[in-house]
């Protein structure tokens, strides 16, 4: 049985890793292996599926390919390259880093054609063609490049390029990379029989993804040439890692054309510079543009712009715009905006984050969160959280919580918060739902406590109110008038109350008031304190009666000989009243029902 036991258990183990894909995850993830068996399904889905098995994901252009295309996929053991040869019949080229493969549209196959080879004392000349492999036309605006040196040039209208080396090199290894085309390598030995020989570069599936944010901008298109934009499209991912580097204007730097494709521990722009990144420090008397990351510390005199991610200080005279993550602080004096999460510390007069922050926002206008907070906003005008809030909100006009909020919101005119967990503090308070507490002169909470009450009193004998907020707390807005000959009295006020469940019939609430008695004259105040506790009785939904002892205390500022107008009340407190601090304070009672 125990035999039998154990080969069914074998059994089922094959079945499983017969679904899954991974021989070695050490491996390239091009060199991964997949099994899998699919059928008529969405091509997009098919690339999540390999992505998933392989623990890595798929970048692409959307336009590469209609993703809602039905494919096929039957495969057993094979390598992710050869599945997406199948795939895309060989028209798409493949670079991956760690965690990505990237995928673009290289149909196209061409090759380097050198023209004039010249190998002098320190010096190495060439020049030559690229052409189209298939047509046999020469192709402009291909990159050729030498990725060790850092040279690089863009072919003319006839496919040409001249390219010189200064110092001694054994060899020259050249690439050609243009959109739509297949990278192709060549190198040349340096000797005096100088033969060029096809060059398998080992690392042309290698690369670190990069933003193309800056080419998307409009001023990152105005700051940069076409010569370095045509440069990006050519050679997006290629990157290089170099200690220094310096430049007037991103067209004018010690790194030529090759500055976008160059990580610099040290990079000072003296009007602006143009890098892939930065792993230490970089200063600009203007502007500074980085394809990919920055870390430790950025300086701009106007703005700084990266594609990746910051992780450090990143300070600028106007604004900051990240295009990944920014980890650290980021200051400036107009503008911050970052396009993935924030964790750490951003201040200006704007901020703007597309996702979530965990931290501190503090601005002169407005703070906002397309994601999640986890922290802290501060603001003159308003705090904006697209999702859920947890931390808290202060603002001297208004804060806006548009999903959950779990904290506290503070401002001198309105809170909004779709779900109220937490407490609001405001002139107005509104929110949606709410097991939370709202403090304010008006508190609406739209799917929560709205009710009229009619009611007389031992002094009033006719009053209504409207209660409006939820059971923890909600806020009371009386209006009176008693009508008795020789009695009247007009009243306006307002209170807070909290209700105590026992049951689903049976409960009890109290509730504080404070109202302005008006008896015929406006000349003095006369003020009425009240603490209610009553006891409810639910008749039916929407029907409750009250009734309760209630404590007043009656403050006037009129004097003892003071006349009261006609047809009013001219003994408020009874006879029976206490002197409480020189007011009187007497218990009398309440009774009515509530509507809704």
């Not at 040279?151 to 690439?175: P, R």
């Not at 715009?321 to 396009?339: D, E, F, I, P, R």
Request: net charge positive; aromatic share 10%; charged share 20%.
């Amino acid at each position: 049985m125990k035999k039998q036991l154990f080969i069914l258990l074998l059994l089922i183990s094959t079945i499983c890793a017969a679904q899954t894909s991974v021989v070695n995850y050490n491996q390239s993830n091009l060199a991964k292996r997949v099994t899998m068996d699919i059928k008529e399904e969405k091509i997009g889905l098919v690339l999540q599926k390999i992505g998933k098995a392989g623990s890595f994901y798929f970048t692409y252009n959307g336009a590469l390919f209609a993703r809602d295309s039905i494919v096929n996929v039957n495969v057993r053991n094979k390598p992710v390259r050869e599945i997406l040869d199948q795939l895309f019949e060989g028209k798409v080229d493949y670079k991956e880093n760690d965690e990505y493969i990237i995928l673009r549209y290289a149909v196209n196959h061409f090759s380097i054609e050198a023209e004039s080879i010249v190998t002098a004392e320190n010096l190495y000349s060439i020049t030559g063609r690229v052409v189209d492999i298939q047509t046999g036309k020469r192709v402009k605006n291909a990159s050729v490049y030498e990725k060790r040196l850092l040279q690089s040039a863009l072919t003319d209208d006839e496919g040409f390029f001249s390219l010189k080396f200064k110092g001694e090199h054994n060899g020259i290894i050249l690439t050609a990379s243009k959109e739509t085309y297949r990278d192709t390598s060549i190198i040349f030995l340096s000797s005096i029989d100088v033969k060029p020989k096809g060059y398998d570069d080992p690392d042309k599936e290698k690369g670190t993804f990069m933003s193309n944010m800056l080419d998307n901008l409009k001023i990152g298109r105005w700051l940069t040439s076409s010569k370095q934009r045509i440069q990006n499209m050519n050679i997006p991912n290629f990157l290089a890692n170099m200690p220094v580097q310096a430049s007037l204007t991103p067209g004018l730097s010690s790194q030529g054309s090759m500055s976008g494709s160059v990580v610099n521990k040290f990079s000072l722009n003296l009007v602006g510079g143009y890098t892939a990144g930065v792993d230490g420090l970089e200063m600009a008397g203007v502007f500074n543009l980085n394809k990919a990351d920055v870390r430790y510390v950025q300086v701009a005199g106007v703005l700084n712009i990266v594609g990746g991610n910051t992780e450090g200080v990143q300070m600028a005279g106007v604004f900051n715009m990240v295009g990944k993550n920014a980890n650290g602080a980021q200051l400036s004096a107009v503008y911050n905006h970052v396009k993935g999460n924030v964790d750490g510390i951003q201040m200006s007069t704007i901020n703007y984050v597309d996702g979530s922050t965990e931290g501190l926002q503090l601005s002169a206008v407005s703070n906002t969160v397309s994601g999640n907070l986890r922290g802290f906003q501060m603001t003159g005008l308003l705090n904006i959280v697209r999702k859920e809030t947890k931390g808290m909100q202060l603002s001297a006009v208004g804060n806006a919580a548009l999903k959950e909020m779990r904290g506290l919101q503070i401002s001198g005119v309105f809170n909004y918060a779709k779900h109220n967990r937490g407490l609001q503090l405001g002139l107005v308070n509104i929110s949606e739902t709410s097991t939370g507490v709202s403090l304010g002169l008006i508190n609406i909470v739209k799917h929560g406590y709205h009710k009229l009450s009619i009611s007389s009193n031992d002094l009033i004998n006719a009053n209504v109110s409207f209660k409006s907020g939820n059971a923890n707390l909600y806020t009371i807005f009386m209006l009176g008038k008693n009508f008795v000959d020789n009695e009247k009295i007009e009243t306006f006020g307002l209170g807070l109350g909290h209700d105590f469940f026992a049951g689903k019939t049976l409960s009890f609430s109290t509730e504080t008031t404070t109202q302005h008695l008006h008896l015929g004259r406006w000349d003095y105040a006369n003020i009425l304190n009240k603490f209610h506790l009553n006891f409810q009785l639910k008749l039916f939904k929407g029907f409750s009666i009250y009734g309760g002892p209630v404590l007043n205390y009656y403050v006037t500022e009129a004097p003892d000989n003071y006349v009261i107008a006609t047809g009013y009340k001219s003994q408020i407190a009874p006879s029976n009243s206490k002197k409480i601090n020189g007011n009187n304070a007497w218990l009398g009672w309440s009774a009515g029902f509530n509507l809704f």
